[in-house]
Nanobody, 122 residues
Framework: QVQLVESGGGLVQAGGSLRLSCAAS????????MGWFRQAPGKEREFVAA????????YYADSVKGRFTISRDDAKNTIYLQMNSLKPEDTAVYYC???????????????WGQGTQVTVSS
């Protein structure tokens, strides 16, 4: 079982940047596609970005395309989410997880961690 710990969230003004990290346990991290999701108050958790194993192909939700960048460092068992040009609507708890594409939707597998809070003020 892969355990995940997210970090790097905080309070930032609109237009600012944050870099989130997700550290994973386990020796088989490099075998997994990984992704970021977020959940805003009163809303369902939604897909943000994913990165494939081995090749590192990236995928993004339309709402963050061009502003967010997902990356991975398999030597450190860590994935990152660089978030630029942040908007108040990006405010949410951000989670990482193993992912698979199921019926055209990126789906989180395994247990969810505690996430990291991102708050963007206007």
């Amino acid at each position: 079982q892969v355990q995940l710990v997210e970090s790097g969230g905080g309070l930032v003004q609109a237009g600012g940047s944050l870099r989130l990290s997700c550290a994973a346990s386990g020796r088989t991290f490099s075998n997994y596609h990984m992704g970021w999701f977020r959940q805003a108050p009163g809303k369902e958790r939604e897909f943000v970005a994913a990165i494939s194993r081995i090749i590192g192909t990236t995928y993004y939700a339309d709402s963050v395309k061009g502003r967010f960048t997902i990356s991975r460092d398999d030597a450190k068992n860590t994935i990152y989410l660089q978030m630029n040009s942040l908007k108040p609507e990006d405010t949410a708890v951000y989670y990482c997880n193993r992912v698979e594409r199921i019926r055209s939707a990126w789906t989180g597998l395994g247990s969810w961690g505690q996430g990291t809070q991102v708050t963007v003020s206007s």
